[in-house]
């Protein structure tokens, strides 16, 4: 299939919206300008797995400029943005992504970007939320298991399948979720390890092909970089990659000063409430938290936070904010907004006690900061759609909740993400990470490394000029002075910014 997305004929309203964005993307257009020419990334067929939005647009039409051959999946069922979907679908690059996919559609779509005409898979990766990587690492992970079950007992021994002759023959999706041993699945692990089982039936030996042409990922968000670095002290990263969310320019920029813009946009779509003289609860105070409490106190909200660690909590006093617990704040808050990257940050139980007409949403990568699952299932709950991606949930109680997203990422889900600027130096980083990855592609190791300083100044450098600032420049002597290079880097790499 060619692409998949909701509306073709959306494409001329797409290349509208990606041509007003253009000009707010310096990074990305100097980047153009600059390596465009050579074209460093000729020959590397790269799939990508982020968000189908409008500033995505900018970043797939920069890789191909640089001479890549790409193809694109959301790496989240509401975060695409249909127009723009269909302008780059248009441009014959393939896409598989539309606003509103069920996970089964999701994880489909995800299989389909990585997959080229020739039914081989890609050379690099971006990642966002580490979704394509870990479809690649479970894939093989199964591959590995069946054949090694087709030669031992084992499967003598296992209910009903005496005859199976792995993976080729798998009868049924159950026959492989009892030698793969896989317990009760929620609906998502159900939807990943489907698009696994019907690849291995096809294709017996994709995901190790596959695994072994992958020269890189480059990851953008906390989340996936946290599931990055676990797999590599697991021994398990099977190919290199560069942690984009730690350069500074990014994770410093985009999870705080994008989430400071974006996270009322998705309140605001979603609901039209009035901020001003609200209490506003905020699960979390690192770089998205300190994003969105700032947002919501410049919107006039009362605002608490919550965190784990001692470090972040002073941080947030010394900004002005209360800290507390969200146990202490079920009859106090009018709104709640996790922003953790953990799980069970919000449980059944405290949306069972919040305030009538509280509205709850998740800024975090994953779904699971809400327990959406067992709010669904709440003995007596009945959940009203209000309109797309805004829910309505009345407690037998007689109180209600209005959750966002289904807990999913307000700001992509309710709103368009981040605005341009932003990700541009996030993409400008992503496209310094894949012309890096491409260019040490016989050398790298299967480990994660950041790009140097230089690279971070030097985006940062691309987008002073639209802000209007003017550098000054260091005399040899003041460098000297404090032991810098009069080009920089300017820092040691244990400063903090
Ligand atoms: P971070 O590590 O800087 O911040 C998370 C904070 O949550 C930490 O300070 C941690 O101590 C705290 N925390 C953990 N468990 C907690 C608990 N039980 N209660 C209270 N606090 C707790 O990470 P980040 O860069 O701020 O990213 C947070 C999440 O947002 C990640 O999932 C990331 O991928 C995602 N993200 C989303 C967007 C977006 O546009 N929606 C942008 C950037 C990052
Ligand atoms: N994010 N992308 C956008 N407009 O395309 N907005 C936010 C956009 C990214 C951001 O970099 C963050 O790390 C990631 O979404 C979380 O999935």
């Not at 009538?356 to 699952?373: K, L, P, S, W, Y």
């Not at 709010?375 to 959940?383: A, D, F, I, Q, T």
């Not at 790298?444 to 550098?471: F, I, S, Y």
Request: charged share 25%; net charge neutral; with cysteine.
């Amino acid at each position: 299939m060619k692409y998949k997305v909701k509306d073709i004929k959306l494409a001329d309203l797409g290349r509208k919206l990606i041509e007003t964005e253009e000009p707010e993307m310096p990074g990305l257009m100097q980047t153009r300008t600059k390596y465009g020419p050579k074209k460093p990334l000729k020959g590397a067929r790269i799939m990508g797995s982020l968000h189908m939005t409008v500033e995505t647009a900018i970043l797939i039409e920069t890789l191909k400029e640089l001479g890549a051959d790409v193809r694109w999946a959301s790496c989240n069922i509401f975060s695409t943005n249909d127009a723009a979907a269909a302008a780059i679908a248009k441009t014959g690059t393939p896409v598989f992504a539309w606003k509103g996919e069920t996970v089964e559609e999701y994880w489909w779509c995800t299989k389909e970007a990585m997959t080229w005409p020739d039914g081989k898979g890609p050379d690099l990766i971006v990642d966002d939320g580490g979704d394509a990587t870990l479809l690649i690492h479970k894939g093989l992970e199964a591959e590995r298991r069946l054949a090694a079950v087709k030669e031992s007992k084992v499967v003598k021994e296992s209910k009903g399948i005496d005859s199976l002759k792995c993976p080729k023959d798998l009868k049924d999706f159950k026959d492989f979720k009892d030698i793969m041993g896989l317990g009760d699945l929620s609906a998502e692990e159900t939807a990943l390890y489907f698009t696994i089982f019907t690849t291995l039936k096809k294709s017996p030996h994709w995901f190790s092909e596959a695994a072994a042409r992958v020269k890189g990922v480059s990851e953008e968000t906390t989340t996936g970089v946290h599931r990055l670095y676990q797999l590599e002290a697991k021994g398990e990263l099977l190919f290199p990659a560069v942690n984009v969310n730690d350069s500074v320019t990014k994770s410093k920029f985009d999870n705080i000063y994008g989430c400071r813009e974006s996270l009322v946009d998705g309140i605001k779509r979603a609901t039209d409430v009035m901020l001003a003289g609200k209490n506003a609860f905020v699960c979390g105070y690192g770089d998205v938290g300190k994003g969105c409490a700032e947002s919501l106190r410049e919107n006039h909200c009362r605002v608490r936070v919550s965190e784990v660690d001692p470090i972040c909590a002073l941080q947030a006093c010394m900004a002005g904010f209360d800290v507390g617990t969200v146990e202490d704040a079920l009859r106090w808050a009018n709104l709640f907004v996790t922003t953790t990257g953990n799980v069970d940050i919000i449980t059944a139980e405290h949306m069972a006690k919040m305030r009538d007409r509280t509205i709850v949403c998740n800024i975090g990568h994953f779904d699971d900061e809400i327990q959406v699952a067992r709010l669904m299932s709440w003995p007596g709950v009945k959940r009203t759609n209000i309109k797309p991606q805004v829910d309505k949930f009345t407690f037998p109680d007689g109180h209600s909740i209005y959750l966002l997203a289904e807990g999913r990422l307000v700001n992509l889900g309710c709103a368009t993400g981040h605005p341009g600027f932003v990700m541009s130096n996030s993409f400008t980083n992503q496209c310094l990470a894949q012309m890096k990855l491409w260019k040490e592609r016989a050398s790298a190791k299967p480990q994660v490394v950041r790009l140097p300083k230089e690279l971070d100044e030097e985006v940062a450098r691309l987008h002073l000029a639209a802000c209007g600032a003017k550098l000054t420049k260091l005399t040899k002597r003041q460098a000297d002075y404090i032991g810098v290079n009069v080009n920089g880097p300017f820092k040691p790499d244990y400063y903090r910014y």
